[in-house]
C-alpha cells in the first residue's frame, strides 16, 4: 500500500460522496428507526408474531434461498461456457444473460404468468405431467430463479476470464485429472466470487415484489410473501406492521451482508 | 505401459464436455430467459405492428416514457459523478470504516424495491415531520417528480461507484505519484490518467445504471400516486395499459422497454471489442 | 407529452421569476413559493435546468385530480371528457382532469400520504373515513353532503361464471361444492373484496347465524386459489389467465367483462341475496381550498348527479342513483334482487373494525 495523500482534495472528494450516499441511504432509514422508536417495542412484536407473518418469511427467505442455490448451480457453468469457450451465438447468450436486468419486473411477471399459466407455452407443457406452477410456490421460485440468474453469472464470469491459468497447468503437470483440477484448483478460486453471486440474488430474490405478485397466488400462509404482506398492510393503514416488516428486511438484509463480508474475508486469508 | 504427456498439459474441456456444456448454457438461456421474451414478443404482434403506431400516439404514452428518460437522465450522471468523487476519495485515503462504506453502498441492491418506496414515505410523506414542513411549504415531493427522482437515485446509487471501486484500488499510483512530482494537479492527473483507466468500467456501468433506471418498478410504484399522464413512469403505464384491458398495448410497450434492453446491450458488445482494440495497441 | 396551452408556453419563461402569471392554477402554486424558500427543490431545479421546469409543467399542469378506485377506469374516462366539456359550456374556460386508479385502500393511502386529489370516488365509505380520520383532509361528518350518502351511482356483487356456467352455481352455497375454485381480490386492500365478503356473511348469517357465517367465509376462502389485490387485478385472472369457475364481482366489472370478451363468452349469475355497494366520493377539502379549486371540484361532484353523469355511469354498468333521468335502455340490464346495505352492518366503522382491522374476523378466518 502507498502512503495516504497529504491532501486536502481526496478527502473533499471522499467527504462529499460520503455525505451524498448518506443522504440518499441513510436518512431513510433513520427515518424508519426513528418512526419506529415512539412505537412500544411491545406493539412491534405483537405484529410480528403471527402464523401469517411467519409463514410470510419462510416463504420469502426459503424459496428465495433455494432460488439462489439453483441460480448458482445453473449460473456457474453459464458462465464457464461464455468466459471460455468460443461457439458461434456466444455474444447473444452473453447478451441475453443481462435481459432480466432490464426489463421491469412487472412486465416479467406479466410475461411469466402468460408462460406458466394454464394457457402458457410451459403451463400447459407443466400441467400434463400434473405440476401446477403459476399461482403456487413454485411460480414464484420461478420468478426468483428469473430475476437472479444475472447476478450469478455476472459476478462470477469475469473471475474466469481473468483467472491465472498457470496454475491449471501446473496442476495437469502433475497428472492431476481435469475434474480434480476443477474441485481443488478452479473451484477454491470461485468460490468468493460465487458467494457473492449467490448472496446477491438471494437478496435480490426476498425483496423482489413486481415480477413475484403477478405470478403467486398472494394466498395468506401459502403463497404470499414479505413484500406483499408489507404493501397490504400499508394500504390496510396498518403504518405499525410495515414498519416493523420492513425494519425486519432491512436488517436481515445488513446481517447478511456483514456476513457475507466475513465469509469473503475468511476465505481470503 | 501408461501414456505420458509432459507437454501437452491437459487445460482444455474435452470436447464432449465441451458441447454438453455449451448446450446446457444455451438451453438455461432459453428456457429462463428467451422464453418469457419471446411469450412478450408474440403478443405484442398478435393484432400486427400497427399497434406501435397507436400506442406511440397516445399521449400519456409519450408522458410516461419522457418521464422514464428525464428520470434516468438525472439520476445515472448524478449517481455516476458523486459515485466517482466517492471511490476516488476512497482510493487517495486511508479511511478506516471502509467496510461499513461498502456496506452501505451495497444495501440499495439488497433492499425490497418496497421497503424503499415505504422509507421514503415515511420520511418525506405528508405525514411524516419533514415531509409535513415541505408540504406546508409548498413543496411536493412523494407522488410528484421529487419523489420518483429520489426513488430511481436510491436503487441505481451503487452501480458505478461498486463497478469502479476494484478498478481505481491501487492502481497506477506510481504513475500518479509521478505526475504529481510533475506538478500535475488533481483534475489533470484524474483525466489523463485515472479516466482513462476506468473509462470502460465507467460506461459499462452507466448502461445497467440506465436500465435498471428505466425499468423499476417497485419502489417507484409506492410513491408515484399513479396518475396518468403525469407521475406514471413506462413501467408503471405498462401495468396501466394491462389493467385497462389493453394486453396487446402492454406487451407492446413492455418491447420497447426490451429493446431499449437490446440497444445498451448492443453498446456493450461495440465497447467490448473496442477496448480489445485498445488493449492490443498498448 | 400532453399538450400545454399556447399562452402557457409563451409564458412560462416569464412565470419563472414572476410569481401569479401562472400557467396554469396548480403551477403558480408550484412557482409562487420559488423566490423565497426551497433551495434544494424548486427554486434550485428551475434556475439551474431549464429542464426541471418544463418538467413540473409536465407533471403538475392537471386542474383537478379524481383518485379513483380500480374499475371505474372506463367511466371515467368518459365522464372527464364530458365534465372538461360541460366546465368550458358553463363559460369557467379549459380544465383537464386527470385520473389515478389502483386498489381502493392503496388510493386512499396515498391520499393520506399526501397524493394531491382534488377529489376522491373510492369504493368504499370506509376508505373517505380513512382520509378523514388519519390526514383530517375531509371533515369526519362528509357523508350526506351529497345526496343518497354520497354515492352518484351504486352497484351490487354478482358472480361470473364460465359460459353454460359448467359447475351449476346458482347461489351462495354452490361456492362450497368440490372443485370449484373462487376468484376473489384481497378484502385487505380491495373495496370490492370487501363487499363481496360482506354480503357472503350475511348469506351465511341468514342460513345457521352467526358461527355458520364464520364457517361459511372459512370454507368459502378455502376455495380461492389466487388474491389479487384489487378488483380489475382479479378480474384479469378470471377472464384472461382463465383461473377459477366463479370471479365473486361488481356487477358493474362483470358487465365488463363480457362487453371486453365477447369471444370467450361469460355468465352473469344473480345470488338469492346481494348486497348494494355503495362507492362512496366527496371533495378533499384541504387540498381543494389549498389548490383554489374547490368550485371546480364541486361542480365536478355534482355533474356526476346530473342527467349526463347519471347517463354516463348507467351506459358503464354502474346503477345510478337518480335512475329517473336515465333513458329507460340503459337500465334494462340491471336485475331487481333483495340487497342488503352496510348500514346492516352498522355503518362502516363498526363493520371495518369487526371485519377487516388487523386481527378481526376476516384475519382470524384466513388463518389456516
Known amino acids: 500500500m502507498s502512503s495516504p495523500d497529504n491532501s486536502l482534495t481526496p478527502h473533499l472528494t471522499l467527504g462529499i460522496g460520503l455525505t451524498y450516499v448518506c443522504l440518499i441511504v441513510l436518512v431513510p432509514m433513520a427515518a424508519l428507526a426513528i418512526r419506529m422508536a415512539t412505537v412500544p417495542f411491545h406493539d412491534i412484536v405483537e405484529s410480528l408474531n403471527s402464523v401469517r407473518v411467519i409463514s410470510a418469511f419462510k416463504l420469502s427467505f426459503g424459496l428465495s434461498l433455494l432460488a439462489a442455490l439453483a441460480n448458482t448451480l445453473l449460473g456457474l457453468p453459464l458462465a464457464w461456457v461464455l468466459a471460455r469457450y468460443t461457439f458461434p451465438g456466444r455474444k447473444v447468450i452473453d447478451a441475453l444473460i443481462d435481459m432480466p436486468f432490464s426489463l421491469p419486473t412487472a412486465v416479467a411477471g406479466i410475461a411469466l404468468c402468460g408462460l406458466y399459466g394454464p394457457e402458457g407455452w410451459l403451463g400447459t407443457a407443466f400441467e400434463r405431467i400434473g405440476v401446477q406452477i403459476a399461482y403456487t410456490p413454485a411460480g414464484i421460485f420461478v420468478a426468483m430463479l428469473f430475476v437472479g440468474l444475472p447476478f450469478v453469472v455476472r459476478t462470477v464470469q469475469p473471475i474466469i476470464t481473468n483467472m491465472d491459468f498457470s496454475l491449471e497447468e501446473t496442476g495437469a503437470c502433475l497428472g492431476a485429472s481435469r475434474w480434480y483440477v476443477f474441485r481443488r484448483v478452479i473451484l477454491p478460486t470461485l468460490r468468493p466470487a460465487l458467494l457473492t453471486g449467490f448472496s446477491m440474488a438471494f437478496a435480490r430474490g426476498v425483496g423482489e415484489y413486481g415480477s413475484v405478485v403477478f405470478i403467486a397466488g398472494n394466498i395468506p400462509e401459502v403463497s404470499e410473501i414479505v413484500p406483499l404482506l408489507i404493501v397490504s398492510r400499508l394500504e390496510s393503514y396498518d403504518f405499525t406492521g410495515a414498519g416493523a416488516l420492513s425494519l425486519v428486511m432491512l436488517l436481515a438484509s445488513f446481517v447478511m451482508l456483514l456476513l457475507i463480508n466475513m465469509l469473503q474475508r475468511r476465505m481470503a486469508q | 505401459m501408461k501414456k505420458v504427456r509432459p507437454f501437452s498439459p491437459n487445460t482444455a474441456d474435452a470436447p464432449w464436455l465441451k458441447s454438453c456444456l455449451i448446450a446446457f448454457a444455451v438451453l438455461v438461456v432459453l428456457v429462463i430467459v428467451v422464453l418469457p421474451f419471446a411469450s412478450v414478443i408474440v403478443q405484442a404482434f398478435s393484432e400486427g405492428p400497427s399497434i406501435y403506431l397507436t400506442l406511440l400516439r397516445s399521449s400519456d404514452m409519450q408522458v410516461a416514457v419522457l418521464l422514464s428518460l428525464k428520470l434516468a437522465a438525472i439520476a445515472v450522471p448524478l449517481n455516476a459523478i458523486f459515485g466517482i468523487l466517492l471511490v476516488w476519495g476512497m482510493t487517495h485515503t486511508q479511511l478506516p470504516c471502509r467496510r461499513f462504506i461498502m456496506a452501505l453502498l451495497d444495501l440499495p441492491f439488497s433492499v425490497s424495491p418496497v421497503v424503499v418506496g415505504l422509507l421514503f414515505i415515511m420520511l418525506l410523506g405528508k405525514n411524516a415531520p419533514l415531509g409535513g414542513w415541505l408540504e406546508e411549504h409548498g413543496v411536493q415531493v412523494i407522488f410528484a417528480f421529487p419523489g420518483l427522482l429520489l426513488a430511481t437515485i436510491f436503487v441505481t446509487l451503487p452501480f458505478v461507484a461498486r463497478e469502479l471501486l476494484p478498478l481505481m484500488e491501487g492502481q497506477y499510483r506510481q504513475e500518479e505519484e509521478a505526475a504529481r512530482l510533475l506538478g500535475a494537479g488533481w483534475w489533470r492527473i484524474f483525466l489523463k490518467i485515472t479516466l482513462p483507466e476506468i473509462k470502460w468500467g465507467l460506461l459499462f456501468s452507466i448502461i445497467l445504471s440506465l436500465a435498471r433506471a428505466l425499468g423499476e418498478y417497485g419502489a417507484v410504484a409506492v410513491v408515484s400516486g399513479n396518475i396518468r399522464g403525469k407521475t406514471n413512469t413506462l413501467p408503471l403505464h405498462i401495468e396501466a395499459l394491462f389493467n385497462d384491458y389493453e394486453l396487446t398495448a402492454a406487451n407492446a410497450a413492455a418491447t420497447l422497454l426490451a429493446l431499449l434492453g437490446v440497444i445498451t446491450l448492443t453498446v456493450r458488445i461495440v465497447a467490448e471489442l473496442k477496448k480489445k482494440r485498445d488493449s492490443n495497441e498498448h | 407529452m400532453r399538450k400545454v396551452a399556447p399562452e402557457s408556453e409563451n409564458s412560462w419563461k416569464k412565470t419563472d421569476y414572476g410569481p401569479n402569471k401562472g400557467v396554469l392554477a396548480v403551477d403558480k402554486e408550484k412557482v409562487r413559493i420559488s423566490p423565497k424558500h426551497n433551495l434544494l427543490s424548486t427554486d434550485f431545479n428551475m434556475r439551474i435546468f431549464p429542464l426541471f421546469l418544463l418538467l413540473c409543467v409536465a407533471v403538475f399542469a392537471g386542474d383537478l385530480l379524481n383518485v379513483s378506485y380500480d374499475p371505474t377506469r372506463e367511466l371515467y374516462k368518459e365522464f372527464n371528457q364530458a365534465f372538461e366539456a360541460h366546465w368550458a359550456a358553463i363559460g369557467n374556460g379549459k380544465i383537464h382532469v386527470d385520473q389515478s386508479h389502483g386498489g381502493s385502500g392503496k388510493q386512499a393511502r396515498a391520499v393520506i400520504d399526501g397524493l394531491a386529489a382534488d377529489v376522491v370516488t373510492l369504493a368504499l365509505g370506509r376508505d373517505v373515513d380513512a382520509i378523514a380520520q388519519y390526514a383530517k383532509l375531509i371533515p369526519p361528518d362528509w357523508e350526506g353532503r351529497l345526496p343518497n350518502h354520497n354515492s352518484p351511482y351504486t352497484s351490487t356483487i354478482v358472480f361470473l361464471v364460465r359460459q353454460g356456467n359448467p359447475k351449476g352455481i346458482k347461489d351462495w352455497d354452490d361456492l362450497l361444492k368440490p372443485n370449484v375454485k373462487v376468484i376473489t381480490p384481497n378484502p385487505k386492500t380491495s373495496g370490492g373484496a370487501c363487499w363481496n365478503y360482506l354480503a357472503a356473511y350475511?348469506?351465511?348469517?341468514?342460513?345457521?347465524?352467526?358461527?355458520?357465517?364464520?364457517?361459511?367465509?372459512?370454507?368459502?376462502?378455502?376455495?380461492?386459489?389466487?388474491?389479487?389485490?384489487?378488483?380489475?387485478?382479479?378480474?384479469?385472472?378470471?377472464?384472461?389467465?382463465?383461473?377459477?369457475?366463479?370471479?365473486?364481482?361488481?356487477?358493474?366489472?362483470?358487465?365488463?367483462?363480457?362487453?371486453?370478451?365477447?369471444?370467450?363468452?361469460?355468465?352473469?349469475?344473480?345470488?338469492?341475496?346481494?348486497?348494494?355497494a355503495e362507492p362512496s366520493v366527496s371533495i378533499v377539502d384541504k387540498n381543494v381550498d389549498k389548490k383554489g379549486t374547490r368550485k371546480a371540484a364541486e361542480e365536478y361532484l355534482n355533474f356526476l348527479y346530473s342527467q349526463t353523469g347519471q347517463t354516463i355511469a348507467a351506459k358503464n354498468f354502474y346503477r345510478p342513483s337518480r335512475p329517473e333521468l336515465v333513458p329507460a335502455e340503459y337500465l334494462e340490464k340491471f336485475k331487481q334482487m333483495e340487497m342488503i346495505d352496510i348500514r346492516t352492518f352498522g355503518g362502516w366503522e363498526k363493520a371495518y373494525k369487526d371485519h377487516f382491522a388487523e386481527g378481526a374476523l376476516y384475519d382470524q378466518i384466513s388463518k389456516k
Not at chain 3, 363468452?265 to 338469492?272: A, D, K, L, M, R
Request: no cysteine; glycine share 10%; aromatic share 10%.
Open chain 3, 202 to 276: 350475511e348469506w351465511g348469517r341468514r342460513h345457521g347465524g352467526e358461527t355458520a357465517a364464520v364457517e361459511f367465509l372459512r370454507q368459502l376462502f378455502k376455495h380461492v386459489p389466487v388474491l389479487d389485490s384489487g378488483a380489475r387485478g382479479a378480474t384479469l385472472t378470471f377472464t384472461k389467465r382463465n383461473i377459477g369457475d366463479v370471479l365473486l364481482a361488481w356487477e358493474n366489472e362483470a358487465f365488463l367483462s363480457l362487453k371486453e370478451n365477447p369471444k370467450r363468452g361469460f355468465e352473469i349469475v344473480y345470488p338469492s341475496l346481494s348486497i348494494l
